[in-house]
């Protein structure tokens, strides 16, 4: 149940205040070296954001052709990593992939800076756990559902919860993800694959410009600006997707559909049927609604670069709508005939 009546709240706040919304004894802290690095990471790309429109005008030859096609390239490579790679694949289980592609998403992946696979994992199945309920990692509704509440969660839901204290358990909610050899690696080489995001565009900026000014350019655009819009598209699926939008499908929590989100997110944004549904490789179910990472998973399996895919049953995503007379809108469903 979600948190909505005035009973639940009071005690969700209060657990929420007295014990941490992740409990604290069965969980480690997250210490000061490790809060500082992710502020680090928050604020920089924000900063850059905020920088971009004076530089660009000012600066000449700071933001080219090159520029966008290094946005392009290295936002695609990185969203896709998280879309495909740590929440469909790593997270939900929603397809089967050989060994090099399972190393390439996970590096795909962890170049979004969204921190190591292991922990996103165990967070993020964590939050599909308790959705909207105490110990949800990242509940807009943990304040309540006050106008002012609901603003102060949204914040926390979509970068605030980032420095909470204690750090979901990865023994207990990723033990696939700490026992595979490769993966843990990866893991362990996180800072690594950090500075490789940053410094690859910043490479080819300077080799495809053969200058110091177009490494400078490729590190600030195909870097920090890309980041600051991966991180952000992310986390307002964490924060939007469970506040705004609709919710045409049973789920028992205030995941919603936002359909604006849809083409920036790859598809993530229809996080109500993701809720309802959770190990789709295909998010967007319904006729019109664009789902990138459900194309891209497909390319992949007539490529037989991925196996097993769950994709949606017709039949039984309709029984999971609310409302019967929506049951049309769902992507190669059949009516039962009526005729006898
Ligand atoms: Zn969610
Ligand atoms: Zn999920």
Redesign the pocket.
Known sequence: MPITSELELTTAKSTFTNSGVRGQNEEGLLNNSMKITIAVFVILPLVAVIAAVPLAIFLGGFFTWVDVGLILLFWVITAGGITLGYHRYFTHGAFKAPRAVKIGLAIAGSMAIQGSLDQWVADHRK??QF?DEVGDPHSPWRYGTSKRAVAKGLYYAHVGWLFDEAQTPIEQYAPDIAADEDLRRISRFFPGILAASILLPALLGGLITWSWLGALAGLFWGGLIRIALVHHVTWS??SI??VFGTRPFKSR?L?SNVSWLAILSFGESW?NL??ADPTLARHGVLKGQMDMSARVIRMMESMKLVTDVRWPKPQRIASKLKDPAMRRRVRGYIAPSTSI
């Open positions: 939050h599909h959705s699926i964490n997707c469970h929590d995941s996080h993701h809720h």
